[in-house]
């Protein structure tokens, strides 16, 4: 029988390990989401992060590692977005019908975005390349990415920025807009994936259909439109 | 089902093959996505087909973002100086941007006579 150190060097050098773990984490996630009746603050996102940093930090595995077998998680981002023109296509009629809105709630909710973060971080003393990272947090990851790079922001900060803005958002749309009084689903889904991208669209679809497709243009034009905005509005703090 | 997955994967492709040979800043998957929703109301037969297969990669959307957020591991020493004026940035940015978003949407629906 080999040593248990023998299984774990074999272990730890194979995807197969951190793929396992990652699915555990998330169904452990998303059990205590349901078990919590759906509640926006048990985020299964959240949760499973949590759980996986802790376990990564007490077995001494570098994150290269870990990602060598997450990566197949994390390839599904692409066809995801992709698999959105299905829900797009579905609400074709009513999309169309709210264009102006549509439009005007994009280009306020983008720069918003972007200037009260840009503000907010500036006030408390945060320079250079870190401020730079946070100006595309609202956008969907692959894309905020590239902004981040080409401004001189540091793209795997604004990885972590992007998620934590989508837990945020996802955490706190529902009371937030109950709170304003907002009842249209389209307005509520759009906002929702205007500013916190595919965790906010995530948890759009698991609170109802139509908000969930608003969200997901939401989520598309942002990212076309701060592509255009970020590197005019960062300009103005540099 | 591996039929829609392979179309959804071509779409995909095509993407990420027009943004970077025109140098285009849009994403491929967006772009692939805007492509796939062209085909869809061309080929409407299409678009119904595909509905469960491409339901069934959304319904777990949140799943896919877990390994970019572990990513934080790298930076928890930032996090410890910088942490608390980020969070804050990030906290009321994206409360305000919800909130002026569906605002601005809402109110200019209804003053429209667009609601549902």
Redesign the interface.
């Known amino acids: 029988m080999n040593e248990l150190s023998q299984i774990w060097t074999y272990l730890a050098e194979e995807p197969l390990l951190w793929l396992t773990a ?2 555990i ?2 169904c452990l996630g998303d059990a205590a989401f349901r078990a919590s009746g759906k509640r926006a603050y048990v ?3 959240l949760i ?2 949590t759980l ?2 802790v376990v ?2 007490m077995t001494e595995t570098r ?1 290269q590692t ?2 060598e077998g ?2 197949f ?2 390839f ?15 609400n ?1 009629s ?1 999309i169309r ?2 264009a ?3 439009l ?3 280009l ?3 720069v ?3 200037i ?3 503000g ?2 500036y006030a ?3 320079r250079g390349d ?1 401020l730079v990272s ?1 100006a595309p ?2 956008v ?4 905020a990415l ?2 981040s790079e ?1 401004m001189g922001g540091e793209p ?2 604004t ?12 955490v ?2 529902t009371p ?2 109950n709170r ?1 009084g ?7 889904g ?3 994936g ?3 991208h ?2 906010g ?3 759009a ?1 698991q609170v109802n259909e139509t908000a ?1 497709a608003f969200a997901g243009i ?1 989520m ?1 034009l942002n ?2 439109l701060t ?1 255009v905005l970020a590197p005019m509005i960062i300009s103005l703090f540099l | 089902m591996i039929l829609h ?1 392979t179309t ?2 071509v ?2 492709l095509i ?1 990420e093959t027009l943004t970077r040979s025109l140098g285009w ?6 772009l ?3 492509l ?2 062209v ?3 061309a080929v409407p037969r299409v ?1 119904k087909a ?2 469960p ?3 069934g ?19 928890l020493d ?1 996090m410890g100086t ?1 942490g ?23 109110s ?2 209804r003053w ?1 006579g ?3």
């Open positions: 990652t699915l984490a998330y985020n299964p996102v499973a992060v996986l940093a990564l930090w994150y870990y990602f997450a990566q998680v994390h599904m981002l692409g066809p995801a977005t992709v698999a959105l023109a299905a829900p797009l296509y579905g074709l009513r019908r709210s102006i809105p549509l005007c709630a994009l306020a909710g983008s918003t975005a972007i009260s973060a840009l907010v971080a408390m003393g945060i870190i946070i947090k609202s969907t990851a692959p894309v590239g902004i080409s795997t900060l990885a972590v920025l992007v998620i934590l803005t989508g837990v945020m958002g996802a706190m749309a937030l807009l304003l907002v009842t249209d689903w389209r307005a509520r759009f906002a929702v205007v500013a916190s595919g965790i669209t995530a948890r679809f969930g939401g598309g990212a076309l592509t | 997955l959804i994967l779409f995909q993407g800043v849009v994403p491929g998957p967006v692939g996505m805007a796939l929703l085909f869809f109301m678009a595909m509905q297969t491409a339901q990669l959304l319904s777990h959307l949140s799943l896919l973002f877990v390994p970019a957020g572990v990513g934080i591991v790298g930076h930032r910088d608390p004026a980020i969070f804050l940035a990030l906290l009321i940015s994206t409360a305000l941007s919800i909130a002026v978003g569906a605002l601005v949407f809402s200019i629906a429209m667009a609601e549902e």
